[in-house]
């Protein structure tokens, strides 16, 4: 596993943009798919984006394609997600996950073994 530190987040309107940044401490993230996921208030965590080792491959739920982009730098062992023209069924704890073993993603909860602490967006209309 590794320790994985989320930064980013807040309060934006409709439209608007925030970036989310998930950083690996004391490890790599060399040879392991990325994936980001979010938690609403009364609902199953879920699927938003996943990115392949070393960064070629990438997939997106239907609801944020051509919206949100999800990058890699694996230089700073660092994974984004770039979330442009918000919608207020946006607003949930975002979390970044590492699947250890696999440069393939997944878009199963279950297929990732480390999670970052979370990061609340909330999109006002």
């Known amino acids: 596993q590794v320790q994985l530190v989320q930064s980013g987040g807040g309060l934006v309107q409709a439209g608007g943009s925030l970036r989310l940044s998930c950083a690996a401490s004391g490890r790599t993230l060399s040879w392991k798919a990325m994936g980001w996921f979010r938690q609403a208030p009364g609902k199953e965590r879920e699927f938003v984006a996943f990115?392949?080792?070393?960064?070629?491959?990438?997939y997106y739920t239907d609801s944020v394609t051509g919206r949100f982009t999800i990058s890699r730098d694996n230089v700073k062992n660092t994974v984004y997600l770039q979330m442009n023209s918000l919608k207020p069924d946006d607003t949930a704890v975002y979390y970044c996950?590492?699947?250890?073993?696999?440069?393939?993603?997944?878009?199963?909860?279950?297929?990732?073994?480390?999670w970052g602490q979370g990061t609340q967006v909330t999109v006002s209309s």
């Open positions: 990115i392949g080792w070393p960064g070629s491959t990438t």
């Open positions: 996950a590492a699947r250890s073993g696999y440069v393939s993603g997944s878009t199963a909860v279950a297929d990732y073994d480390s």
